[in-house]
């Protein structure tokens, strides 16, 4: 089993949850309002995680991969990507919002199509920076500008830590848990995830087990 960064085992949550919506988005029957208020739901976590991934890597992770030797110019590429994938997730987020409202199949189709292309710009994203920055994560993991962006990322209250990881474990293959349970000890995680991570399980995860 190859390593993975926790950056990539995220990245893998991403791909999926848009997979699932996209598949959702595709089998949705007309004025179910009961799978149009889970998908909501669903949602919800999801722009909230996306964004919260993007604006922590630009205001942490960027600064400190720059002082192991990524460039600014990279990192400049990769930013005006997050604002591509912003304008998308705008789009996105109004029309599952008007899907929400009405449960139509029409604004079903409408919602997947703006998935679609969140899907695409976000993927070509993903790819470029994993090109680019995996190999930076893993060979410069011991490096004190690495360990101390890693503890800044830590500094969120355990509701919001509870919910990411139990979001990002959700289909989870070996190789992202594996990610996850090195970078947090599993005694840890356990108890985050386990007693914190509830409300996704009890409101989210049950979404994609249709």
Do not use: C
């Amino acid at each position: 089993m190859g390593e993975m960064s926790m950056n990539k085992a995220i990245h893998a949550a991403v791909r999926r949850d848009l997979d699932r919506f996209l598949d959702a988005l595709d089998r949705f029957r007309d004025a179910d309002r009961r799978r149009a208020e889970q998908l909501a739901v669903a949602w919800q976590n999801f722009d909230e995680q996306l964004v919260r991934h993007h604006e922590g890597e630009h205001e942490i992770a960027w600064p400190a991969l720059e002082k192991v030797g990524v460039s600014r110019d990279l990192l400049t590429q990769l930013d005006a990507e997050h604002d591509t994938m912003a304008t998308a997730l705008a789009a996105t987020r109004t029309a599952m919002g008007k899907l929400r409202k009405s449960a139509s199949a029409t604004d079903a189709a409408a919602a997947h199509a703006a998935m679609l292309e969140l899907r695409r710009v976000t993927v070509v994203h993903l790819d470029h920076e994993e090109a680019e920055i995996e190999p930076v994560y893993l060979a410069k993991k011991d490096a004190p500008e690495i360990k101390a962006m890693g503890r800044e990322f830590a500094k969120v209250g355990p509701v919001q830590g509870g919910t990411f990881f139990a979001w990002a474990l959700d289909g989870a293959g070996p190789e992202e848990s594996e990610a996850i349970t090195h970078t947090v000890p599993k005694p840890v995680l356990t108890v985050i995830a386990g007693l914190f991570g509830r409300t996704y399980r009890k409101s989210v995860a049950p979404t994609w087990q249709q």
